[in-house]
């Protein structure tokens, strides 16, 4: 599907969520309107207020997918617990923000606490190393400087594959994440 055609797609999905009737976060300082959705390209990220019913995203995600005829991902849903901590251990140990919800299907991901989760390239979570957002793109790294290295590069293809490969694949995760100290010297031994 064209982005176009996908962006005009998506829209009805956003509309539906923001005319719910859930009230995602809207005690955020200095924010006037709630926040309940972000969408961009593919990716749908909703925030959930503790009163919010499961059952009714779900709704409106059923009659997104029947509209369009289109299947969701569940398999990629992933919640990841907001709030205090005793809040994220009980959604975490009874899948279920309040007594009174059903508890989340068990095909939907619950981060537990040190686990990150991916949202938009960058990596979140509640007691994470800093270097977790960093071990993927590291071996990404080491795997892409391995394959050129196979060709023997002169030292100014190998400055161009530094730029290319090292600059070019952390730019982001830098830009989103930050770099960690211990990080930058990995790299810079690489280099």
Same mark, same amino acid.
């Given at each position: @599907? ?26 955020? +300082? ?12 593919? #990716? ?36 990841? +617990?907001?709030?205090?901590k ?32 991916r ?11 800093e ?24 030292? #100014? ?6 730029? @290319? ?14 770099? +960690? ?11």
């Amino acid at each position: @599907m064209s982005c176009l055609l996908f962006d005009l797609a998506i829209e009805p999905l956003a509309a539906s969520i923001w005319k719910s009737e859930l009230r995602g976060f809207s005690d955020i +300082p200095g924010v006037e309107e709630k926040l309940i959705t972000s969408l961009f390209a593919d #990716d749908t990220t909703v925030f959930l207020n503790e009163e919010d019913k499961l059952e009714d995203l779900e709704k409106i995600l059923d009659q997104w997918c029947m509209a369009l005829t289109a299947v969701f991902n569940i398999a990629k849903t992933q919640i990841l +617990p907001i709030r205090k901590k005793e809040y994220r251990l009980r959604i975490i140990a009874d899948r279920r923000a309040i007594p009174e919800q059903r508890q989340i299907p068990e095909h939907i991901h619950v981060a537990v606490e040190g686990e990150a989760i991916r949202i938009l390239g960058a990596w979140y979570g509640y007691e994470v190393h800093e270097g977790t957002a960093w071990a993927n793109q590291l071996e990404k790294i080491d795997k892409s400087l391995e394959n050129w290295d196979k060709s023997n590069p002169t030292m #100014d293809g190998r400055k161009k594959i530094v730029q @290319m490969v090292v600059g070019g694949m952390t730019q982001y995760l830098t830009q989103v994440q930050g770099m +960690p100290k211990s990080i930058e010297k990995k790299l810079q031994k690489r280099i």
